[in-house]
């Protein structure tokens, strides 16, 4: 530096060149760092059974011209602040402004950098566990995790540009955690919310398609899980938005997991007298000729209880889709009413008997009287 110093004259001129140097120097690292990705690095990342390094190579590859351009800014800046005389305020000061700028451009490069390879590894996470588990990717998890990550890799950010603007970094986090605290205590139930969510995403008692029945009573099929709220959309078209907090303190019926399989069963009451056995026959051969009836387990007719003028029965299934439960359903009681028709089997139908008596000992008297 000394030598350089002796050669151009003055110091502020050998600082600049020093600048431009160390400018170029960056940039020349940052050409043969990118150099040894494309070739070398990409080479090595295609020998291994993962494909993650390979996304993070070309994510890096894409950002270290601009890292490379910044950080030859800064460095450059800093050695004309050395070569700047104490008594130019002015120029120092607009020095150490552009010096900020560009310390500030640095971070949010590497922040950017940071959230795709943080993106790029969570999701190459889920994808892998739902190949090795032969489950679906869970939509509402990755935007979850995504989402948080993204929030921690960018307040880490936030708290180094402001250390290195000299600020309480402590009295900030402080302030962050007391004004947390107030936050969640003024948002309780949308806090509870959340961490259902959370708990649903992880634990998934139910998935984005699925049909399900609510501790309510609803029953439909499940359109998006949210952070605050899971969409149901019931057979009327209707949108059912539900908190997730009550989702997971209540009795949830899942009729697509573990199986699509699903028992369908026809109520049907039959006269006192009725051959039972016939009856039987006939009915499971109607069900059993049906197309979406399973043969195995084979249907099956039982007679579930004695009402006051009828024999009860019911007629059990199954089927491979619970889609196709009330269409099949529809289908096998307009049969059975006409199958037993045809043979002359009766249904039963309600009769009271009515018997008139006199009282005992009843006299009639006169109404004028």
């Not at 431009?20 to 070739?39: C, D, E, N, Q, S």
């Not at 104490?86 to 552009?98: E, I, K, M, P, T």
Request: proline share 4%; charged share 20%; aromatic share 8%.
């Amino acid at each position: 530096m000394e030598a350089l110093r002796t050669y151009l004259g003055t110091a502020l001129l050998s600082h600049l060149v020093m600048g431009a140097i160390m400018f170029l120097g960056a940039m020349v690292l940052g050409w043969v760092a990118k150099r040894f990705l494309t070739t070398i690095g990409r080479r090595l990342a295609s020998k291994t059974n993962s494909d993650l390094d390979d996304i993070i190579i070309e994510i890096i590859v894409d950002r270290i011209k601009w890292m490379a351009v910044v950080a030859g800014s800064y460095l450059a800046t800093e050695e004309l602040i050395r070569g700047t005389e104490a008594a130019d305020v002015v120029a120092r000061q607009w020095l150490g402004y552009a010096q900020g700028i560009i310390f500030v451009c640095f971070v949010a490069v590497v922040t950017v950098v940071l959230i795709r390879i943080a993106d790029s590894s969570v999701k190459h996470t889920m994808e892998r566990h739902a190949r090795r588990t032969s489950s679906k990717l869970n939509e509402a998890l990755f935007p979850l995790v995504n989402r948080i990550i993204n929030v921690l890799i960018a307040l880490i950010a936030l708290i180094i540009i402001l250390h290195h603007f000299g600020q309480d970094v402590s009295s900030l986090v402080v302030s962050l955690g007391v004004g947390s605290l107030a936050i969640a205590l003024a948002a309780q139930e949308t806090i509870a919310n959340m961490i259902g969510g959370f708990v649903i995403m992880t634990d998934r008692p139910f998935r984005v398609g699925d049909r399900i029945k609510l501790p309510t009573g609803e029953m439909g099929d499940v359109q998006d899980i949210g952070i605050r709220s899971t969409k149901i959309l019931d057979f009327d078209n209707n949108l059912v938005v539900s908190p997730n907090a009550d989702l997971i303190k209540g009795k949830i019926v899942n009729y697509s997991y573990p199986s699509e399989q699903i028992r369908i069963f026809v109520d049907f009451s039959l006269a006192y007298g009725t051959d039972i056995d016939r009856a039987r026959t006939i009915i499971t051969n109607l069900a059993s000729q049906h197309p979406d009836v399973l043969k195995t387990p084979a249907p099956a007719v039982f007679l579930v209880s004695f009402g006051e003028a009828s024999l009860n029965l019911q007629l059990n299934g199954r089927t491979n889709d619970y889609r196709k439960k009330f269409p099949i359903e529809t289908t096998l009681r307009e049969q059975i009413y006409k199958g037993l028709a045809d043979e002359g089997i009766q249904m039963a139908l309600p009769y009271r008997v009515v018997q008139l008596s006199n009282p005992p000992n009843a006299t009639h008297q006169n109404p004028q009287e």
